[in-house]
């Protein structure tokens, strides 16, 4: 290709405004001298050729191939019903017609699943995969997508090129699907009341009304059929602290896209208003003080202490007047206020016939009917006043047997209690013999059938016995010698960590379950950790159910003694149900409703103005039934850029430039002889004219 090129040698206004004088100048000049004078502006004008410096340039360009992007969309949308299947027939046939377009290089873009819940972003994807390509070799642009995309351009204008876009629709046209969507969702409620969550089922293709299942920490509480498009009130009851998993379900239509957005789960953390504990200490000694500061540090206890300080029998004459004590409302405390207690501890407690086998019967029932109580016990425990020759015997988890052990001894974890979440990795319990003070007491007793010691004492008598009876819970002590721990005796030990979290496990706080399955995603990607506390030896394994239903199961490894674990990588964003035999727990992975099953029918308007302002078109690939058909692909150097049958693509006619050769014209031989010539002609003419 043969062009002119200037490298003016002076800037070029200045040459503009010598342009200027020279034709001022032979105005001036023929209307002086007559034509003559022309002579002299061609000498100019030639010097001013020369100061532009022309040169020829000789370009050797090679045809380059102009470049159609085709956009995959593989977001979570597109993974719904038969889109994928449509995805990848279109992508390859789409792969085959290109191989016929010799001027079309096409460039395939293949945009996943967002990890976040950002959506499907396809014009990003488009944006960074173009990057390196001039934007007038792009001929074009084609998208399969089912149309559910959140970054569309505002305008054409915005897209960056001027390329036709053309979008080929996935997903059909009579699409149905049934959908939760919560209203209100508390996060927290006070536990032993009731909370009120609303929601709405949402339909499209449907039948007018849904049955409505509802399960609470995996056991159904509730089933009603509700209308659909309307919201409806569930009312629950908050029956524990920690997470109380509430999971509401609709019925699947026949045929419908996903089930995974058939299911909306909702964790209530249930909060306490207030722990209130009745303390009742039988006696002033030294480890009295050890347990009421332990609960008056925690500003959610409410904590009601009453010491015996005069028993009935004690008689040493003096009058009741002159008595400066507080009668104990036994009647209060243990008939009318009971179930008020989240737990009940007795001290080194004796019967003095102080409380009525009666009130017993009602400690009894409170704590079947998921109450807490805690003995601890003292010398006492061994006599003819224990508490287990009271109704609270058919309770206890062990029956003494008249032994009382005095001699130093390091209180040890036994193997349930090394994998129990009570004594588990107490501070100093790693080392053998344990690294905390010793204790002095221990009171000999035998265990229930069934029940396992956690802690033992001196000669391997049981310590600390952990029981169940029906809803409730009972802990028995068999030593009152904690609180040598406290003052630091031997350098002491870890009574805080014991004695609360004992506490902790009488009112059932729920991460000190012996029995527990426990996911959360680790928020490295989509990993999740999966936990399995047991008092066996060995975890079952957890079956993972993904949102659209595909199972796997997984084995769990060995961490601590009772505490199980593994982790896996999650497909797809969502809520996953994992189960481990009678336990079952949830865990959502990304966002908790992902905007890609909100919105899941495939949509043919959302990109027509920006296709259209383009050239482009937008175009369903199947109808209802039918199978998918790609439209013919071919060029289109003018005029319409789509048909009833086909897509156009625009080509550039690019080239690269292989070599350049530069011929110089105002320089050298050539350029001299024709100013010389022009100055010889000029003197020429001036001499004739001035001869005549």
């Keep these: 290709m043969l062009s002119l090129s200037l490298s003016p040698l002076l800037p070029v206004p200045v040459l503009w405004g010598l342009a200027a004088v020279i034709v001022l100048l032979g105005v001036v000049a023929f209307l002086a001298r007559g034509p003559v004078a022309l002579l002299r502006v061609l000498v100019l004008a030639l010097v001013l050729a020369a100061l532009a410096n022309p040169s020829l340039v000789q370009e050797e360009r090679e045809p380059v191939r102009d470049i159609a992007a085709v956009v995959i969309d593989r977001s979570g949308s597109q993974g719904l019903g038969d889109r994928p299947a449509m995805t ?16 079309i290089e096409p460039r395939f873009i293949e945009v996943p699943e967002a990890g976040s819940d950002e959506g499907t972003k396809l014009f990003t994807a ?34 960056g090129f001027r390329a036709p876009l053309h979008v080929l629709v996935t997903g059909r046209p009579d ?27 949402m339909e499209r293709g449907g039948t007018g009304s849904a049955v409505v299942t509802v399960r609470r920490d995996g056991e159904e509480v509730a089933r009603q059929t509700v209308r659909t498009g309307r919201p409806f009130a569930l009312t ?38 207030k722990l209130r504990v009745l303390l009742v200490s039988g006696e002033p000694h030294a480890g009295e003080r050890t347990w009421r500061n332990l609960l008056k540090s925690d500003a959610n206890v409410d904590l009601v202490h009453f010491t015996i300080l005069r028993p009935p029998e004690k008689q040493d004459g003096t009058p009741i007047s002159e008595l400066s004590l507080i009668a104990f409302p036994t009647r209060e405390l243990f008939q009318q206020k009971i179930r008020d207690f989240d737990l009940i501890i007795f001290d080194r407690y004796a019967n003095q016939s102080v409380l009525p ?63 129990h979440p009570v004594t588990r990795d107490l501070p100093g319990s790693e080392a053998n013999p344990p690294a905390w003070g010793d204790w002095l007491r221990v009171i000999g007793a035998a265990v229930r059938p069934g029940i396992t010691p956690i802690m033992a004492g001196a000669d391997a008598l049981p310590l600390l016995a952990l029981s169940r009876e029906d809803k409730g819970r009972v802990a028995l002590l068999l030593s009152d010698h904690a609180w040598l721990w406290a003052r630091g005796y031997q350098e002491g030990g870890p009574h805080l960590d014991l004695l609360r979290r004992l506490g902790h496990w009488l009112m059932k706080e729920p991460a000190l379950e012996e029995e527990a399955l426990r996911a959360a995603a680790t928020g490295h990607g989509r990993e999740v950790r999966v936990e399995r506390q047991t008092m066996s030896d060995s975890a079952e394994p957890v079956t993972v159910t993904a949102p659209n239903g595909t199972t ?54 959302r990109l027509r103005p920006v296709a259209e302002a383009t050239g482009g078109s937008v175009r369903r690939l199947a109808e209802a039934g039918g199978a998918a058909t790609v439209p ?58 001035g001869r005549a």
């Design 236 to 273: 629950l009851r908050i029956e524990h602290g920690g997470p109380n998993v509430v999971e509401i379900e609709a019925e699947a239509l026949p045929g419908e896209l996903t089930t995974a957005n058939n299911r909306a789960v909702l964790p209530i953390e249930g909060i306490r208003e």
């Design 175 to 201: 699409e149905r699907d049934r959908q939760i969507r919560l209203i209100e969702a508390p996060r927290f409620g006070i536990v032993g009341r009731e909370q009120t969550v609303r929601a709405e089922v």
């Design 88 to 103: 990848d027939q279109v992508r390859a046939e789409l792969q085959r017609r290109f191989g016929g377009l010799t001027e």
């Design 357 to 419: 086998s009666s009130y017993f019967d009602n400690i009894v029932r409170y704590v079947r009917e998921g109450g807490a109580l805690l003995i601890a016990a003292g010398p006492e425990f061994a006599s003819a006043a224990s508490l287990a020759r009271t109704r609270l015997s058919a309770i206890l988890p062990g029956e003494p047997n008249g032994r009382v052990v005095e001699r130093p001894y390091k209180a040890a974890l036994t193997g349930s209690g090394q994998r």
């Design 552 to 605: 796997r199961t997984l084995t769990l490894d060995p961490e601590k003694p009772g505490l199980f674990a593994t982790a896996f990588e999650a497909g797809e964003l969502g809520l996953h149900t994992l189960r481990s035999g009678s336990l079952v727990t949830f865990v959502s992975v990304g966002p908790a409703n992902p905007r890609e099953l909100v919105d899941v029918f495939s949509d043919t308007e």
């Design 126 to 159: 488009l944006s960074n995969a173009l990057a390196d390509v001039p934007p007038d070799r792009l001929a074009g642009v084609v998208m399969v997508t089912d149309g559910v995309v959140h970054d569309i351009p505002a305008n054409a204008a915005a897209l």
């Design 632 to 689: 013919r692909l071919q060029i289109a150097r003018s005029g319409r850029l789509a048909g009833a049958e086909w897509i156009g693509f625009r080509p550039s006619d690019s080239a690269v430039v292989r070599g350049v050769s530069v011929y110089p014209l105002a320089l050298g031989l050539v350029a001299l002889a024709l100013l010389t010539a022009a100055v010889l002609a000029m003197w020429l003419a001036e001499g004739r004219r």
